[in-house]
């Protein structure tokens, strides 16, 4: 078993001064997993934020992933000591291939047999996937083990279910961190979750963060309100009826918001 927090924060799209706010809140707060990657530009930011916080390293669990730029194995390790100076850190607790490498132009197997490698260096304490089809999963697992892979970091919100993926992952014994847990805000607003929220004297975006933690995924919301960050925190207190969860569960509808023009072939 890894020992991923179940509910992390998560920095896409947080910039500067907001990405230090963003961060500098949660830990204060209590969050102590914290999710970042090279692509979104504020590695450095996040560095700041943690180094200014005071929580002790040991009590904090940082992600971060690796570019597709980056996967090459003459790139990967080179690439990770930079996201490492940048946090202001001698290891990170969880280092992720972000992506695959577009139009499979590197091969999954030598982006982590250099993934692994940077874990045997002390880089990384775990070492995991993110974005990867069924397909990608296998070559990762033929390549390193399953038992090597700590989590599989997708798309995972009420109207986007990716249960095909979640099974096979699943069955591997691989943990699944949800990403976009929110929807970017479309759960706010859709009738059957605010009508549980309602229920439970909750607010919709608690309801969403719950029906994935009680599916076992560790989820890794942001924000950059206070308030938001300090609310869905409370969403661990929330335990939904069969009933509601198979309610959310009927929402799927292939909903998927992170979809670049490099993207794989989904499944």
Request: glycine residues 4%.
């Amino acid at each position: 078993m890894n020992n991923i927090p179940a509910f992390g924060l998560g920095t896409f799209r947080l910039k500067d001064r907001q990405v230090i706010d963003s961060v500098t809140n949660g830990l204060d707060l209590g969050y102590r997993h914290i999710d970042t990657a090279q692509i979104y530009g504020n590695e450095a930011e996040v560095g700041k934020a943690i180094a200014a916080a005071k929580v002790a390293r040991k009590d904090l669990f940082v992600t971060t992933k690796i570019w597709t730029e980056n996967l090459t194995k003459d790139k990967l390790i080179p690439s990770l000591k930079e996201s490492l100076a940048n946090l202001q850190m001698d290891q990170v607790d969880l280092t992720l291939i972000h992506w695959p490498a577009p139009n499979d132009s590197i091969a999954v197997a030598a982006c982590m047999e250099a993934l692994a490698e940077a874990k045997a260096q002390g880089l990384s304490k775990l070492i995991g996937v993110s974005n990867f089809t069924i397909a990608h999963l296998k070559q990762a697992i033929d390549a390193v083990g399953a038992q090597e892979i700590a989590t599989q970091q997708i798309e995972i919100h009420p109207f986007l279910q990716n249960r095909k993926v979640v099974e096979f992952t699943r069955s591997q014994g691989i943990h699944l961190t949800a990403y976009m847990p929110l929807a970017y805000g479309k759960v706010m607003t859709d009738p059957t979750i605010v009508e549980i929220a309602r229920a439970h004297q909750a607010n919709p975006a608690q309801v969403a963060l719950a029906w994935s933690l009680q599916q076992g995924f560790t989820v890794i919301p942001s924000s950059t309100k206070r308030a938001n960050l300090e609310s869905n925190l409370a969403a661990r207190d929330i335990r939904l009826t069969d009933a509601e969860m198979d309610a959310v569960s009927r929402l799927d509808r292939n909903d998927r918001l992170a979809n670049p023009d490099f993207a794989p072939q989904w499944d």
